[in-house]
């Protein structure tokens, strides 16, 4: 079963305390997701480093009940 909206927010707010996260289903089927992911822990970081901290925040589900996420990130204004 895919992983939903909710829980990928979850995820992401748990490991992230304070971060914003935007959800957009893709394809419509709760399997091809965009995110953007906007969080404090992100200042100073490269975005790849950012990227590498969501991928870490859901636990290795990517590829798995995460089939597909387009990600973005930002650090707060």
Do not use: C
Not at 21 to 34: Q, R
Not at 43 to 64: D, F, I, P
């Amino acid at each position: 079963m895919p992983m939903s909206a909710d829980e990928i927010t979850q995820a992401i707010k748990e490991a992230l305390p304070g971060a914003e996260v935007e959800m957009t289903d893709l394809a419509g089927d709760n399997d091809h997701w965009s995110a953007k992911v906007t969080a404090p822990q992100f200042a100073g970081k490269n975005r790849v480093q950012q990227h590498k901290m969501v991928y870490e925040a859901l636990g290795g589900r990517m590829g798995g009940v995460l089939h597909a996420l387009q990600l973005s990130t930002a650090v707060p204004k």
